[in-house]
């Protein structure tokens, strides 16, 4: 028809994006490996001690809001049971909540980090995170750049600049043989230039990188991850009497306090033993070359904004860390 201006469109052809819940900030308690665990008791406890007082900074940088509410402020905890499985939920995870609890601290939010990387046995229909995330990954060339490089999908790396040759250009002993150094794209006077391996396959199969992992989580809890718009990783409320004794049995997400804020945040803060520097640096690298999905980015703006709350654009500094001394 002609002359009315109407447009008519399937409503399967306008996507929507199912929405989530957020709080101010999404504070993590610690990672630990399945050999800290293996320490027993007083070692957790040595954790959360040395990680109150930060936490507690944590919480009280969080600027007022507008109408003078407090912020909301979750909290959660990461438990490894993708690289190793020492021992049992039933067997870890009240040791885990006690000793939080004897330090004054509350987990409101326990996730498994394989739920970063496998698919839901609930949800076979969707992919793993990492795949998902992995599919969303956009290189950034370097400066003066050729190409000559293989793509991240083939090689597992993802770089934040230029490499060095790795090979002549010139024969061997030639004075015109000069070694080029690596360097960082938009670095500010110095390189300091990061590659990041996302997977190995040793096994026969891909094992995902702790780096690569991290910034998986990071991207779940600010809110960003969807598949096909509908959210991905919801937390499931847990008031079994027990935990079980196999992982698989657990779900990836568990929301442990009934009247904790939201696990989705429109800030990240992590307290992290100082051996995990790297690896964020590396999750870092990560956020800034992710094309993160653009329904879930502007429903943060949009809800920021109407609570007159300040979010910058960029993932990466949506993100911080806190490496105590001594933990």
């Not at 043989?177 to 990041?196: C, K, L």
């Amino acid at each position: 028809m002609s002359g009315t201006g109407a447009v008519f469109q399937e409503t399967s052809a306008q996507p929507r994006t199912e929405a989530v819940p957020f709080s101010h900030l999404s504070l993590e308690l610690g990672h630990l490996y399945m050999e800290d665990f293996a320490e027993g008791p007083e070692r957790l406890y040595h954790h959360f001690s040395a990680v109150r007082p930060w936490v507690e900074a944590a919480r009280a940088s969080v600027t007022a809001l507008a109408d003078g509410k407090p912020p909301r402020v979750s909290t959660c905890f990461l438990i490894d049971d993708y690289f190793s499985r020492l021992a049992t939920p039933a067997e870890l995870l009240p040791p885990l909540l006690k000793a939080a609890e004897r330090a004054g601290l509350t987990i409101d939010y326990l996730a498994r980090e394989s739920g970063c990387a496998r698919t839901d046995p609930k949800r076979p229909e969707r992919g793993g995170l990492a795949d998902a995330v992995l599919s969303r990954l956009v290189e950034t060339p370097p400066p003066g750049s050729r190409g000559f490089r293989p793509p991240l999908e083939q090689t597992g790396w993802l770089s934040n600049g230029r490499r060095a040759p790795d090979r002549r250009t010139t024969a061997a002993l030639s004075a015109a043989a000069v070694w080029q150094p690596p360097s960082e794209t938009g670095a500010r006077g110095h390189s300091v230039f990061v590659d990041v391996e996302l997977w190995d396959e040793h096994t026969g199969s891909r094992v995902w990188s702790c780096a690569f992992l991290a910034a998986v989580w990071q991207l779940a809890r600010l809110g960003l991850l969807r598949d096909k718009g509908s959210v991905v990783l919801a937390p499931t409320t847990w008031g079994a009497a027990a935990f079980p004794e196999d992982w698989d049995a657990l779900p990836f997400l568990l929301r442990l306090n009934p009247s904790a804020a939201p696990f989705t945040a429109y800030y990240t803060c992590s307290v992290l033993p100082s051996r995990f520097l790297p690896v964020e640096h590396a999750v870092r690298v990560v956020l800034e070359q992710t094309h993160v999905d653009a329904g879930a980015q502007a429903q943060v703006v949009a809800r920021a904004a109407a609570e007159r709350f300040t979010v910058p654009e960029g993932v990466v500094e949506r993100t911080s860390y806190m490496f105590p001394p001594g933990l």
